[in-house]
């Protein structure tokens, strides 16, 4: 063995641990993203209003509650409309009808994706609560109702330095007059022999029509399958319906406008027993498929 040979081996060492410092540096630079430019691809509650590249432009301007605004061009902007109807126990029932968006609960908090997100929304000009889907209930005393689409990051989508928005006058319908019929005057002592008073079944107004028949909607839901496929359902007013609904996931059975609601399990029908006491057309859904299953027609 020659003197040279043990010398050679921290030769080669020497050489190599300065290619190692830098192929650790890259992996370093890669993990940090590219010279460590925040991702929007962020875990829920570790950021927010990050910039999405082509999910628009993050703005430096903030809405009235500090959210900073998310600007697209007109053409892949969402819109949103707001109905409200008066509700039978008090309230308005508001029904909202978006374009170019969809409601997005289970991402809440995670990257902002065009398109997508939930609704903020503001009674009478403070920010109250938010909503995930295209029905709420609002209780009553407010007068006005504006709704806002935000994107996941929770940032609010916009157009032109403007959130995208709706607002809505929320005007009590007038309460029934007891003043137009008048009351009459009172019929002076009669002198006459009295007469035995009437027995109530002769004076008593006639007794209401009972109430229809129920009837049962067996429905099964496998997937985005539902069967049978949803269509119009006409019912009487004052019918009883019951909804039997089978799903293969847990989901929430929900009759929008009567704000009923019944927990679904995993093959196991569940059950939603109403008086259909309202005319209209109302939607049966399920919250977290998002299915549409049946609309009650009430007449």
Not at 95 to 100: A, D, G, K, M, N
Not at 125 to 137: L, N, Q, V
């Given at each position: 063995m020659t003197p040279s040979t043990p010398a050679a081996v921290p030769s080669a060492r020497r050489r190599t641990a300065p290619l190692a410092a830098v192929a650790v540096a890259a992996v370093l630079l890669l993990a940090a993203?590219?010279?460590?430019?925040?991702?929007?691809?962020?875990?829920?509650?570790?950021?927010?209003?990050?910039?999405?590249?082509?999910?628009?432009?993050?703005?430096?301007?903030?809405?009235?509650?500090?959210h900073r605004l998310r600007e697209l061009p007109?053409?892949?902007?969402?819109?949103?409309?707001?109905?409200?109807?008066?509700?039978?126990?008090?309230?308005?029932?508001?029904?909202?009808?978006?374009?170019?968006?969809?409601?997005t609960p289970e991402s809440t908090g995670g990257a902002a994706l065009t398109g997508r997100g939930h609704a903020r929304l503001l009674v009478?000009?403070?920010?109250?609560?938010?909503?995930?889907?295209?029905?709420?209930?609002l209780p009553s005393g407010a007068r006005t109702l504006t709704v806002r689409l935000h994107a996941d990051d929770h940032t609010v989508w916009a157009v032109a330095g403007k959130p995208v928005q709706t607002t809505l006058a929320l005007t009590p319908a007038p309460s029934p007059s007891v003043s137009l019929t008048p009351t009459a005057a009172p019929t002076p002592p009669s002198t006459a022999p009295s007469t035995p008073p009437a027995t109530p079944s002769s004076t008593s107004d006639?007794?209401?029509d009972p109430t229809p028949a129920g009837r049962t909607l067996d429905i099964r839901v496998s997937g985005s399958t539902v069967t049978p496929a949803p269509s119009r359902v006409e019912v009487k007013k004052g019918e009883r319906v019951t909804l039997r609904v089978t799903s293969d996931r847990a989901d929430t059975l929900h009759v929008h406008g009567y704000d009923r609601e019944a927990t679904l399990t995993p093959g196991t029908p569940g059950t939603l027993t109403l008086t259909a006491d309202r005319t209209g057309l109302f939607e049966v859904e399920t919250h977290e498929s998002g299915l549409v299953l049946t609309q009650l027609v009430v007449r």
């Open positions: 993203g590219c010279g460590g430019r925040a991702t929007t691809h962020h875990k829920p509650g570790t950021s927010h209003e990050q910039d999405a590249g082509s999910h628009g432009t993050v703005l430096a301007a903030r809405d009235a509650s500090g007109a053409a892949d902007a969402p819109s949103v409309r707001a109905e409200a109807r008066p509700d039978s126990e008090g309230g308005w029932n508001v029904h909202l009808t978006v374009e170019r968006f969809r409601f009478d000009g403070r920010e109250t609560a938010r909503a995930y889907g295209p029905w709420f209930h006639p007794a209401p």
